[in-house]
C-alpha cells in the first residue's frame, strides 16, 4: 500500500521536545560530516552510509539505503550508491539487473521515486516492487523482498533551490507504525542536508571543471604571445637598429625635420621592443625558467641610466623631467641590473604615457636605515580606487581620463614578479585626477 509518509505526526508538548532534542543533536553531527564534502563522488557513498554509520540506524531496522540522482540531460534518475550493510549486499546479489544499470525515465509514472520527484512529496510503501517498477519486474522484487525481511520502504525526493537533484530511499525492517517521531525528524533534516551538500558538490565541480578551462586557455594565451613575441622580436630590433643608424648620419645627412621624425618612430620602437620582451619574459617567470645574473649595484646608477634613456621621448611632449637623488644615500641592493631597469623602465615609460602636460620625477630615498625607496611621480590624470586594486594583475590595463589603454598589461605584474625576486615589495598611491606615484622597495647591502 502506497501513501504519503508523513513526519508532523502530533505529539505532546514533552514528546516534541524530546524528539527535537534528540533530532537536532543527530543532524548537527551528519551535518558536519556531509557538508564539508565537495567531492561528488565521494560524497555520494558517504551519504548512504552516514545514518547508518554515525546514528547506528542499523540497529533500528534500516537496513537498505538507496541514493538516485536526476540527470537533466537524460531526464533519467539514475542510481548511484547504495549502503554498505550486509542485507544491501544481499539485494545487489539477488537483482537480475546491475545496480548501476537501474535507471527511471521522469515518464515511468507508476514509479514511487517518479512520483517522489514530481510531487515533491515523500511516500511509504510496503511493497519494494513500487521502488523498481517498470524496470524489475514486481513479481521479482517481491520474492526479494520477503528473503530480506524488509517491511516497508520511503522514498525523500532531494530538491533545491526548487531544482529535483534525486531521490533517497530507506528500506526498513519495520512498519511504518514502529517508526518514532524522532527517527521522522532526523530523516527529514537528513534530506535536507543531502540535497545542500549535493547542490554544494555539483556548483563546486562546475567551479572546478571551469577553472581547469581557465587555466588551459591561459596556457594556450601564454603559447601564443610566446610564438608572436619570438616573430615580432628580430624584425622590432631591425627596425630599431636602422632608424638608429640613418638617425646618426649612416645614411647621409637628413633634414632636421626627418630627424625629429625618425626620433619620435625610434620612441615607439623602443615601446615595442619592450612590449615584445614583457611578453617572452612572463612565462619565464611564473615557471621558474628566466636566469638572473645576480650583482651588487647602485640602484642610483641604474636609475640615471633610465633617466637618461627616456629624456628624449619626455622632452618631445615638453613635460618637466626632473631626477632627484640625494648624495650619500646607502643604495647599494643585490639584484639582476638588467632585470632591474626593466622595472624601472616600465614605471617611468608608463608616467611619461599618461602624462600630457606637467611633469615626471625619478627619485631615490632612504624608506629605512636598511631599505632604499624608488619613486616615479607624475602630474597625469591618476588612477581609481577600483583601478587600484587590480592594477598589478596579469593582462590588466587601467582607463585613464585621457583614454589610453595601450599595451599588453603585463608591465606591471612583471615589475611586481621581479621585485619580489628580489626581496622587495611595489606599490602605488594615486587619486583619480592627481596623479600617481609608482614606487618600489629593496632592502639595502654592504
Known amino acids: 500500500m502506497i501513501k504519503v509518509f508523513d ?40 551519504v548512504v552510509n552516514v545514518i547508518l554509520q554515525e546514528l547506528g540506524y542499523i540497529e533500528l531496522g534500516y537496513e537498505i ?16 550508491s547504495i549502503s554498505q550493510t550486509a542485507t544491501a549486499q544481499k539485494a545487489l546479489l539477488s537483482s537480475p539487473i546491475p545496480f548501476e544499470k537501474i535507471t527511471f525515465s521522469i515518464r515511468d509514472v507508476e514509479n514511487l521515486s517518479i ?10 510503501t510496503n511493497d519494494l516492487s513500487d521502488m523498481l517498477y517498470p524496470v524489475v519486474k514486481r513479481e521479482i522484487v517481491r520474492n526479494v523482498q520477503k528473503k530480506l525481511g524488509i517491511l516497508s520502504s520511503i522514498v525523500f525526493p532531494i530538491y533545491s533551490r526548487d531544482l529535483p537533484l534525486g531521490t533517497i530511499i530507506f528500506s526498513l525492517s519495520k512498519l511504518e507504525s514502529e517508526i518514532l517521531e524522532f527517527e521522522k525528524q532526523i530523516l527529514l533534516g537528513f534530506v535536507n542536508a543531502v540535497g ?8 563546486f565541480k562546475k567551479l572546478r571543471n571551469a577553472n581547469l578551462k581557465l587555466k588551459l586557455l591561459d596556457k ?96 618631445r611632449k615638453g613635460l618637466d623631467y626632473l631626477l632627484d637623488i640625494p648624495r650619500d644615500i646607502k643604495d647599494k641592493v643585490e639584484v639582476d641590473p638588467d632585470r632591474i631597469q626593466e622595472v624601472i623602465g616600465n614605471l ?31 602630474s597625469g590624470p591618476g588612477i581609481s580606487e577600483e583601478e587600484l586594486k587590480k592594477l598589478f594583475g596579469k593582462f590588466y590595463r587601467a582607463e585613464s581620463s585621457v583614454g589610453k589603454t595601450t599595451g599588453t598589461g603585463l608591465g606591471l605584474y612583471i615589475s611586481k614578479l621581479l621585485v619580489e625576486k628580489f626581496s622587495g615589495k611595489i606599490g602605488v598611491n594615486s587619486k583619480l585626477g592627481e596623479g600617481s606615484v609608482f614606487w618600489f622597495e629593496l632592502p639595502v647591502v654592504n
Open 348 to 378: 617611468v615609460s608608463n608616467a611619461i604615457k599618461y602624462t600630457e602636460k606637467g611633469f615626471v620625477k625619478l627619485s631615490l630615498s632612504q624608506s629605512e636605515p636598511a631599505r632604499i625607496r624608488f619613486e616615479v611621480s607624475d
Open 65 to 80: 539505503i538507496v541514493l538516485s540522482l536526476f540527470n537533466r540531460k537524460t531526464k533519467k534518475l539514475e542510481r548511484v
Open 220 to 315: 594556450q594565451k601564454d603559447e601564443f604571445l610566446n610564438m608572436a613575441a619570438h616573430e615580432l622580436r628580430a624584425p622590432m630590433t631591425a627596425i630599431k637598429g636602422y632608424i638608429s643608424m640613418i638617425i646618426q648620419g649612416d645614411a647621409g645627412k637628413i633634414p632636421e625635420k626627418a630627424r625629429r621624425y625618425l626620433a619620435d618612430a625610434s620612441a615607439v620602437t623602443d615601446r615595442l621592443v619592450r612590449l615584445v620582451n614583457n611578453m617572452l619574459n612572463v612565462s619565464r617567470i611564473e615557471e621558474g625558467r628566466l636566469i638572473y645574473q645576480i650583482e651588487k649595484e647602485n640602484l642610483s646608477v641604474l636609475v640615471q641610466s633610465v633617466f637618461n634613456q627616456f629624456r628624449p621621448e619626455a622632452e
Open 196 to 203: 545542500i551538500a549535493i547542490d554544494h558538490a555539483f556548483l
Open 7 to 46: 513526519a508532523d505526526t502530533k505529539l505532546s508538548k514533552s514528546e516534541l521536545a524530546n524528539s527535537a532534542e534528540v533530532a537536532i543533536s543527530a543532524l548537527w553531527k551528519i551535518d558536519k560530516i556531509i557538508l564539508t564534502t565537495t567531492d561528488i563522488n565521494f560524497l555520494v557513498d558517504k
Open 115 to 124: 512520483m517522489a520527484l514530481r510531487n515533491r512529496k515523500a511516500y511509504i
